[in-house]
Protein backbone atom coordinates (compact mmCIF):
# COMPACT_ATOMS: atom_id res chain seq x y z
CA UNK A 1 0.00 0.00 0.00
CA UNK A 2 1.57 3.43 -1.42
CA UNK A 3 0.58 6.62 0.09
CA UNK A 4 0.36 9.98 -1.64
CA UNK A 5 2.13 12.75 -0.71
CA UNK A 6 0.19 15.85 -1.00
CA UNK A 7 2.05 19.25 -0.43
CA UNK A 8 -0.41 20.69 1.74
CA UNK A 9 -0.16 17.61 4.21
CA UNK A 10 3.66 18.77 4.61
CA UNK A 11 2.82 22.72 4.90
CA UNK A 12 4.46 23.42 1.44
CA UNK A 13 2.78 25.54 -0.82
CA UNK A 14 0.21 23.89 -3.54
CA UNK A 15 2.13 25.10 -6.75
CA UNK A 16 3.51 21.49 -6.61
CA UNK A 17 6.84 22.95 -6.63
CA UNK A 18 9.08 21.40 -3.35
CA UNK A 19 10.20 23.85 -1.32
CA UNK A 20 13.62 23.98 -1.19
CA UNK A 21 15.50 25.36 2.55
CA UNK A 22 18.19 28.05 1.54
CA UNK A 23 16.56 28.78 -1.76
CA UNK A 24 15.10 32.24 -3.25
CA UNK A 25 11.49 32.38 -2.25
CA UNK A 26 9.09 34.81 -4.05
CA UNK A 27 7.47 37.37 -2.06
CA UNK A 28 3.60 36.79 -1.17
CA UNK A 29 2.78 40.67 -1.60
CA UNK A 30 4.77 42.29 -4.98
CA UNK A 31 6.05 38.87 -6.54
CA UNK A 32 9.59 40.07 -6.53
CA UNK A 33 12.37 37.24 -6.21
CA UNK A 34 13.84 37.54 -1.93
CA UNK A 35 17.22 36.14 -1.40
CA UNK A 36 17.32 33.63 0.73
CA UNK A 37 19.94 35.29 3.02
CA UNK A 38 16.93 38.17 3.24
CA UNK A 39 14.76 38.70 5.73
CA UNK A 40 12.71 41.12 4.05
CA UNK A 41 11.26 42.17 0.58
CA UNK A 42 13.84 44.50 -0.94
CA UNK A 43 11.22 46.03 -3.38
CA UNK A 44 8.46 46.17 -0.74
CA UNK A 45 9.83 45.60 2.50
CA UNK A 46 7.62 43.19 3.45
CA UNK A 47 8.50 39.72 6.01
CA UNK A 48 9.55 36.84 4.17
CA UNK A 49 8.16 34.83 6.85
CA UNK A 50 4.69 36.18 6.44
CA UNK A 51 2.39 34.78 3.75
CA UNK A 52 0.78 31.89 2.28
CA UNK A 53 2.45 28.85 3.65
CA UNK A 54 3.42 30.04 7.09
CA UNK A 55 2.19 29.18 10.65
CA UNK A 56 -0.30 31.01 11.80
CA UNK A 57 -0.04 34.33 14.31
CA UNK A 58 -3.12 33.27 16.76
CA UNK A 59 -4.94 30.02 17.34
CA UNK A 60 -8.45 29.70 16.62
CA UNK A 61 -9.56 29.37 20.18
CA UNK A 62 -7.22 33.03 20.47
CA UNK A 63 -9.23 34.43 17.45
CA UNK A 64 -12.84 33.11 18.56
CA UNK A 65 -11.35 34.74 22.39
CA UNK A 66 -10.75 38.74 20.54
CA UNK A 67 -14.53 38.20 19.22
CA UNK A 68 -15.89 37.27 22.25
CA UNK A 69 -14.48 40.46 23.76
CA UNK A 70 -15.09 42.77 20.78
CA UNK A 71 -18.83 41.34 20.92
CA UNK A 72 -19.04 42.17 25.09
CA UNK A 73 -16.80 45.78 24.41
CA UNK A 74 -20.05 46.45 22.32
CA UNK A 75 -23.14 44.87 24.18
CA UNK A 76 -21.54 46.98 27.19
CA UNK A 77 -21.37 50.27 25.40
CA UNK A 78 -25.04 49.36 23.92
CA UNK A 79 -26.40 48.79 27.29
CA UNK A 80 -24.68 52.59 28.92
CA UNK A 81 -26.03 54.36 25.77
CA UNK A 82 -29.10 52.97 26.36
CA UNK A 83 -29.14 53.98 29.68
CA UNK A 84 -28.63 57.09 29.33
CA UNK A 85 -31.11 57.80 26.99
Do not use: K
Not at 48 to 57: D, I, L, M
Not at 67 to 75: D, N, P, T
Amino acid sequence: MTAEFRASDAGAPDDGAPEIPGAPSTCALCGTMVPAADIRCPECRMDARFGPGQPRAFSRATLWALVGVLVAVYLVTLGLVALVR
